[in-house]
Structures are given as structure tokens and as C-alpha cells.
């Protein structure tokens, strides 16, 4: 009887261990599990107030802030994030030795401060275990992001570098926390300010009625292309508003500029060797051979919301850098495809410029491998990636050269890179077989054949 009980014991620890995803918080919670394959990323993509509380699930006094935390993350949605994790979890225990946790639980709270990195800093929350006490101490922790503006300084301001810009026009002088906490979610994104009582040939010239009322410029070339927002003074579907009036008018004036091309590509999954031969190696029309093949390195893991949604926006990305590259191909000069002196490929890739330019075939290819997967590991592993994810490399198959991507997970930006090294920056020679199917340790191979251009 006693070997029995013994018996059903061990098997509860074992299932107990065995379900690492589940953590103490599920799905539908406020507050969000994080794990090391997603913790920066997560992370980097805010600058709202960011609670995080390391735990054990075996923990006592973790079991009672349990309740508090979940209240204290739902009685600030909008303006701060909550995320949990699990230190008891194996896969989780050297991202709890990175921030030196020696107790449970240990609570921080990240900042909008960076370090050179771009990673979030963080302080010790040593304050009351009481969700009034935790949420008001977010609030305490909220910036302002939005710049204040003069009727006069709207147009210098939309015009101003490269990013997207929101602009709330109110009869408030003092900034509301709702805009704060929008504008420090789209933190590096996209550019806030605010107007105190617009002037009237202001409001007139945008179209606006009625205040409160949110503008976004989604082109900073051109003041004159907004989308205005008179909604429900809301987080969820003011965020949405932005999120979709940013890249809804960014696609619109890329493809409106360029009417007569057809969109027909778009950007597939590697899950093996023969979708990396079909995609990149050794498509079945030879005439489809790219110069340059994109490989976005993008982590899904699909029992997570955040995750899938994170996925859709990076692979949203690449599509963006398939369709920009197209509609931009019948500009480009020939000289950005010779990617180097040798007669014979010279010969290939004019071939190349004939079938391709203007066309909705493509010089690129771009695609995504699952970065937790076989597949993806094996990638970073043959070109020596690093572990912030999403990333991506740039392989010339023809030449055996690749280059890993550095910088912003943006289409533009991860295009901008692509056409360097479509002129032969960046890239480096490799010496091993493009085979993702292999046992042979990789990261070994790629270290000892590589040499430089």
C-alpha cells in the first residue's frame, strides 16, 4: 500500500513537471507568461511600465500575490504590461539568474530607459503586495512620450525624420494617462505630440469637427495624407486605429505609385529541406533563381496568443519588403545587380534584370523559418545568428556568400540592408552545403568556413 501511494505521488510530480507550458496564469489572465526565447523581444517592443514577477509555482507567499498581481494588471490595461515567469521552469532558469533573482517571488519593473543594447532597464519593486498599491505605482512610472505642439509647429513636426506620427488635438491642457500609456506602447515606432486648443484653420484643413481628435500622418513626405480618429476614447480600439492607419496609408502610397504592378508573391514557410531547395537553392523554374534569398528568423510558438499575433506582425514585415522591392524594381538601376565581377554570373544576372525588373518576379526571395524549430535552429546555427529574434540572413545561393541581418525587425530597414548586399556589401563566403536536414554540428562548419569577401 505504502509502494503505491509512493507510486501515485511520483507520477503526480512527473505530470507536474511535465506541463511547463500551463504556468499560474492561463490564457484569458491579464497577465502574460514569459519564457527566454521571447522575454527581450516582448520586452523591447514597449516603453509602458512593465511589471514582471519571477516566481515558483511550489511558492507560498507566490500563490497569494497570485490574486493581487492579476487585479493589479487588469486595473491597468492601457497604460502598463504584467508578465510572469516561472523560474522553476528549466528552460527559464538562466533567464532568472540574468536578472539575479535568489527569492520568490522577486518582482521588477521595467522602465522606458535603455541601455546602449536597447535593452529595457529595470528596478526593484519593494513596495506593498497589494494590487491599489502595485497599479499606482505603474501609474507613478508612466512617461510622457508626446511632445507638446503649437498650432504652427504641426507641419515641422509631422515632416520631421522618418516615422509615422499621431497627434492628439484636445481642449485639455494636461496630458491624459491614455495617451501617455498609447504613445509609450508605440515607443520607436511611431512619433506622438499633443495640441491644447487648435486653432480653427487647423482642425479646418484636417477635417475636424469635434474634439477629442486623434490625426495620423502615416507619410512624413506628405502632410496632406492623414486619417482621423473621432472614436471611443478607448486603449483597444484606439490602438487599433493607429496600428491600422499607420500601415493601411503606408501601403497605399507605396502601391499607388506603382498602379501596373501585380502582387502575386508572398512570403512562405521553411520547415525543411525541400522547402529551403523550392524557395531559395533550386526552385523548379531555373528562370527563378533569386540573386538573393531573405530568411526571416521568426519565433512562433502557437499555443500563445502574444506569439501568434508577434509572429503575424514580423511576417507582416517581410511581406512588406517583398512588395516594396517590386514596385520599386522598375526604378533601380542595373548596377545594384552586380553583385560582383565575374563574367559568367554577370551574364546571369543581366538574364535576371530581363525577366525580373518591373515584373512580378522578383531578384528576392523572401520567406520564414520558426526560430524554435529544427529547421530554424539549424540556421542560426550554420550562419552564426545571434539570439534576439525575430532576425533574419541574406543568402546569394549562387555564390555561396551570406550576410546576417543587423538592425530594426522593419521592412524597410531589412530592405535597405537587402539591397547593400545585393551590391556585394556586407557578405561573406561560406563553405558548407546549404542542407537544414543535417546532423553534423553547424555552428562548428560555419565557424571554420566562412572568409571574408
Same mark, same amino acid.
Given at each position: 500500500?505504502?509502494?503505491?501511494?509512493?507510486?501515485?505521488?511520483?507520477?503526480?510530480?512527473?505530470?507536474?513537471?511535465?506541463?511547463?507550458?500551463?504556468?499560474m496564469y492561463d490564457?484569458?489572465?491579464?497577465?502574460?507568461?514569459?519564457?527566454?526565447?521571447?522575454?527581450?523581444?516582448?520586452?523591447?517592443?514597449?516603453?509602458?511600465?512593465?511589471?514582471?514577477?519571477?516566481?515558483?509555482?511550489?511558492?507560498?507567499?507566490?500563490?497569494?500575490?497570485?490574486?493581487?498581481?492579476?487585479?493589479?494588471?487588469?486595473?491597468?490595461?492601457?497604460?502598463?504590461?504584467?508578465?510572469?515567469?516561472?523560474?522553476?521552469?528549466?528552460?527559464?532558469?538562466?533567464?532568472?539568474?540574468?536578472?539575479?533573482?535568489?527569492?520568490?517571488?522577486? =518582482?521588477?519593473?521595467?522602465?522606458?530607459?535603455?541601455?546602449?543594447?536597447? /535593452?529595457?532597464? %529595470?528596478?526593484? $519593486?519593494? #513596495? &506593498?503586495? *497589494?494590487?491599489?498599491?502595485?497599479?499606482?505605482?505603474?501609474?507613478?512610472?508612466?512617461?510622457?512620450?508626446?511632445?507638446?505642439?503649437?498650432?504652427?509647429?504641426?507641419?515641422?513636426?509631422?515632416?520631421?525624420?522618418?516615422?509615422?506620427?499621431?497627434?492628439?488635438?484636445?481642449?485639455?491642457?494636461?496630458?491624459?494617462?491614455?495617451?501617455?500609456?498609447?504613445?509609450?506602447?508605440?515607443?520607436?515606432?511611431?512619433?506622438?505630440?499633443?495640441?491644447?486648443?487648435?486653432?480653427?484653420?487647423?482642425?479646418?484643413?484636417?477635417?475636424?469637427?469635434? =474634439?477629442?481628435?486623434?490625426?495620423?500622418?502615416?507619410?512624413?513626405?506628405? /502632410?496632406?495624407? %492623414?486619417?482621423? $480618429?473621432? #472614436? &471611443?476614447? *478607448?486603449?483597444?480600439?484606439?490602438a487599433q486605429f493607429?496600428?491600422?492607419?499607420?500601415?493601411?496609408?503606408?501601403?497605399?502610397?507605396?502601391?499607388?505609385?506603382?498602379?501596373?504592378?501585380?502582387?502575386?508573391?508572398?512570403?512562405?514557410?521553411?520547415?525543411?529541406?525541400?522547402?529551403?531547395?523550392?524557395?531559395?537553392?533550386?526552385?523548379?523554374?531555373?528562370?527563378?533563381?533569386?540573386?538573393?534569398?531573405?530568411?526571416?528568423?521568426v519565433p512562433l510558438?502557437?499555443?500563445?496568443?502574444?506569439?501568434?499575433?508577434?509572429?503575424?506582425?514580423?511576417?507582416?514585415?517581410?511581406?512588406?519588403?517583398?512588395?516594396?522591392?517590386? /514596385?520599386?524594381? %522598375?526604378?533601380?538601376?542595373?548596377?545594384?545587380?552586380?553583385?560582383?565581377?565575374?563574367?559568367?554570373?554577370?551574364?546571369?544576372?543581366?538574364?535576371?534584370?530581363?525577366?525580373?525588373?518591373?515584373?512580378?518576379?522578383?531578384?528576392?526571395?523572401?520567406?520564414?523559418?520558426?526560430?524554435?524549430?529544427?529547421?530554424?535552429?539549424?540556421?542560426?546555427?550554420?550562419?552564426?545568428?545571434?539570439?534576439?529574434?525575430?532576425?533574419?540572413?541574406?543568402?546569394?545561393?549562387?555564390?555561396?556568400?551570406?550576410?546576417?541581418?543587423?538592425?530594426?525587425?522593419?521592412?524597410?530597414?531589412?530592405?535597405?540592408?537587402?539591397?547593400?548586399?545585393?551590391?556585394?556589401?556586407?557578405?561573406?563566403?561560406?563553405?558548407?552545403?546549404?542542407?537544414?536536414?543535417?546532423?553534423?554540428?553547424?555552428?562548428?562548419?560555419?565557424?571554420?568556413?566562412?572568409?571574408?569577401?
Open positions: 500500500m505504502v509502494a503505491f501511494k509512493a507510486s501515485i505521488i511520483s507520477l503526480a510530480a512527473a505530470l507536474f513537471v511535465a506541463s511547463p507550458v500551463l504556468g490564457k484569458g489572465s491579464a497577465v502574460k507568461q514569459l519564457g527566454p526565447s521571447n522575454f527581450e523581444r516582448v520586452l523591447g517592443k514597449t516603453s509602458q511600465p512593465t511589471f514582471v514577477k519571477f516566481y515558483a509555482p511550489w511558492c507560498g507567499h507566490c500563490k497569494t500575490l497570485e490574486p493581487e498581481f492579476e487585479r493589479a494588471a487588469q486595473k491597468t490595461q492601457g497604460i502598463a504590461r504584467f508578465y510572469a515567469v516561472d523560474c522553476d521552469q528549466d528552460k527559464n532558469r538562466g533567464l532568472c539568474a540574468q536578472f539575479d533573482v535568489k527569492g520568490f517571488p522577486t =518582482l521588477k519593473v521595467f522602465t522606458e530607459k535603455r541601455t546602449k543594447r536597447g /535593452t529595457r532597464r %529595470s528596478v526593484d $519593486y519593494q #513596495g &506593498e503586495r *497589494k494590487a491599489s498599491a502595485m497599479a499606482k505605482y505603474v501609474r507613478s512610472m508612466l512617461p510622457n512620450l508626446s511632445k507638446k505642439l503649437a498650432s504652427d509647429e504641426l507641419d515641422g513636426f509631422v515632416a520631421s525624420d522618418k516615422l509615422p506620427k499621431a497627434v492628439l488635438l484636445t481642449e485639455r491642457a494636461k496630458t491624459s494617462e491614455l495617451w501617455k500609456g498609447i504613445s509609450a506602447q508605440f515607443d520607436r515606432r511611431v512619433q506622438f505630440a499633443h495640441i491644447s486648443n487648435p486653432e480653427k484653420s487647423v482642425l479646418e484643413r484636417l477635417g475636424v469637427s469635434e =474634439l477629442p481628435a486623434i490625426v495620423v500622418f502615416p507619410n512624413p513626405a506628405d /502632410t496632406s495624407l %492623414s486619417n482621423v $480618429y473621432n #472614436g &471611443e476614447t *478607448k486603449y483597444a480600439p484606439l493607429i496600428s491600422s492607419a499607420v500601415s493601411g496609408k503606408k501601403a497605399k502610397v507605396e502601391t499607388t505609385a506603382k498602379p501596373d504592378v501585380q502582387i502575386t508573391q508572398s512570403v512562405e514557410e521553411i520547415a525543411n529541406q525541400a522547402d529551403l531547395e523550392r524557395h531559395c537553392i533550386n526552385p523548379a523554374d531555373s528562370s527563378q533563381v533569386p540573386v538573393l534569398c531573405i530568411i526571416g528568423i510558438e502557437p499555443e500563445y496568443e502574444e506569439s501568434r499575433s508577434e509572429h503575424a506582425q514580423a511576417v507582416g514585415e517581410l511581406q512588406a519588403v517583398l512588395e516594396r522591392q517590386l /514596385t520599386r524594381n %522598375s526604378n533601380v538601376s542595373t548596377a545594384a545587380f552586380d553583385d560582383d565581377n565575374d563574367d559568367e554570373d554577370d551574364v546571369k544576372s543581366e538574364q535576371q534584370k530581363e525577366s525580373t525588373v518591373g515584373k512580378a518576379g522578383s531578384p528576392f526571395r523572401v520567406s520564414w523559418v520558426n526560430a524554435l524549430s529544427d529547421s530554424g535552429r539549424r540556421i542560426r546555427d550554420m550562419f552564426g545568428l545571434s539570439d534576439d529574434l525575430p532576425s533574419a540572413v541574406i543568402i546569394n545561393p549562387r555564390k555561396s556568400a551570406s550576410a546576417p541581418y543587423r538592425g530594426v525587425f522593419a521592412g524597410d530597414d531589412i530592405l535597405e540592408w537587402a539591397n547593400a548586399c545585393y551590391q556585394g556589401h556586407h557578405m561573406r563566403r561560406f563553405m558548407f552545403d546549404l542542407d537544414i536536414s543535417s546532423t553534423q554540428p553547424a555552428k562548428k562548419a560555419a565557424e571554420a568556413a566562412h572568409e571574408e569577401l
